[in-house]
């Protein structure tokens, strides 16, 4: 597809081809662009239907139309007449100008086109000023027609590295009770692409900002005050502590299921009784049903949920394996790695659990003392050695030989 081809095609019938949005936005920003959004200016439907057949209509009333990956859209304006993410009356025209179009937009450095054929900058609205300046401000008022907006600028908060301005944080604070009106799927997603990011606890600090955390994220909000042993987390509270960990997290690891196993490992933590505290016993336990309840209620995969429960149950464990006997060792190495997380998965949460600023945590050892052990001491071996094919006799043994194994090759005891 020639989009240029195109573009020549709409000026021919009177209209202009605009490149918008992200895809603007971040090849001002250097960055790799990942879709392409375009705007049809000064063509009717019927025009541009009969311009360009190829188009594939996305829906029935919203003018939009993929071709080859690529969408396009007729330039739009929208009003908002009920209550939620969807209720919107959509007007399209070849009378809209492009300027209109940006209007509706979310964020004003999403609210930038480009002309295909020439390359001129459309920026009514001081996007490109606010990139410079690293900020996200609000389009218009028309920000507050939808919810969903709330959660998207957390999110390229943390994935841009920019601060929210005060006024748009106050417009996200008076969406509060819309945000029950999302579909769970909805907040999953933009949840699941700010975990992505290289700063994940932005997403999560923003919302606390604007005081909406507690929402969709109420296991999260509960970790707000709950107080550690300064000794241990010098760091700050569960909540600060958890930050810390996830962000850790997305500087060690692309993988999505750990990245949500480090920032759940301490839910339980956000149930602890007051007069309990700055203790937390028997949070990695209590901490197994939070971590179902918060992926069931926003429809994670079941994957993460697994991980995060084996995050929550066993991090204590494996923060403190070179101090158990070789047995808990072993029942602890077998656990982990028959769950989703796996040994490595675990690694990866306990070293982000006990980094700490400037120093780094001692060598966590029990993954590859793990897989070692696995491999070598295994049913065949057991079969061979002993020379016996009753299940639960090998169980026994493979056991006791494990426990033999760690006695003679953990080093660090």
């Not at 007729?74 to 939620?84: H, N, Q, S, T, V």
Request: proline letters at 2%.
């Amino acid at each position: 597809m020639e989009i240029i081809k195109i573009a020549n095609q709409i000026k021919q019938k009177g209209g202009k081809l605009y490149l918008v949005g992200g895809a603007v936005r971040d090849e001002l920003l250097g960055r790799k662009l990942h879709d392409e959004d375009y705007c049809v200016v000064g063509l009717s439907q019927e025009e541009w239907e009969k311009l360009v057949p190829q188009a594939y209509q996305r829906g029935k009333f919203f003018g939009i139309y993929d071709i080859e990956g690529k969408e396009f859209a007729l330039a739009r304006k929208e009003k908002k007449d009920g209550i939620g993410h969807k209720q919107f009356h959509i007007v399209t025209g070849k009378e809209i100008t492009i300027e209109e179009d940006l209007e509706r937009r979310d964020i004003t450095i999403n609210a930038i086109a480009k002309e295909v054929l020439t390359g001129k900058l459309i920026d009514p609205y001081g996007g490109k000023q606010d990139l410079k300046k690293k900020i996200i401000r609000a389009t218009s008022s028309a920000f507050c027609e939808d919810p969903l907006r709330v959660y998207r600028v957390a999110r390229f908060a943390a994935m841009l590295g920019f601060e929210v301005e005060d006024n748009t944080i106050s417009m996200m604070r008076q969406l509060k009770q819309e945000l029950h009106t999302l579909s769970a799927e909805r907040v999953f997603d933009e949840f699941r692409k700010a975990l992505s990011t290289e700063k994940p606890s932005s997403f999560f600090e923003i919302l606390k900002k604007a005081e909406v955390l507690d929402v969709h994220f109420k296991e999260i909000y509960d970790l707000i005050g709950s107080i550690q042993p300064e000794k241990y987390h010098p760091e700050g509270d569960s909540f600060a502590h958890t930050m810390m960990v996830v962000d850790k997290s997305a500087q060690m690891t692309d993988n999505l299921e750990i990245r949500f196993s480090c920032l759940v490992h301490d839910l339980g933590k956000g149930v602890t009784p007051k007069e309990m505290l700055p203790h937390h016993y028997g949070h990695d336990k209590k901490g197994v049903e939070l971590v179902a309840n918060f992926g069931k209620r926003l429809k994670m995969p079941e994957t993460w949920i697994k991980c995060g429960k084996t995050a929550a149950s066993e991090h204590m464990l494996g923060g403190i394996f070179n101090q158990m006997t070789a047995a808990k060792q072993v029942d602890f190495i077998e656990i982990v790695s028959k769950s989703k997380l796996g040994l490595d998965g675990m690694k990866i949460v306990i070293l982000c659990d006990r980094w700490r600023e400037n120093k780094i945590p001692e060598e966590v050892v029990f993954a590859q003392i793990g897989k070692e052990c696995l491999k070598k001491i295994d049913g065949k071996y057991i079969e061979q050695k002993y020379n016996i094919k009753n299940t639960k006799k090998v169980g026994e043994l493979l056991r006791m030989e494990r426990i033999a194994w760690i006695k003679s090759n953990n080093k660090t005891k």
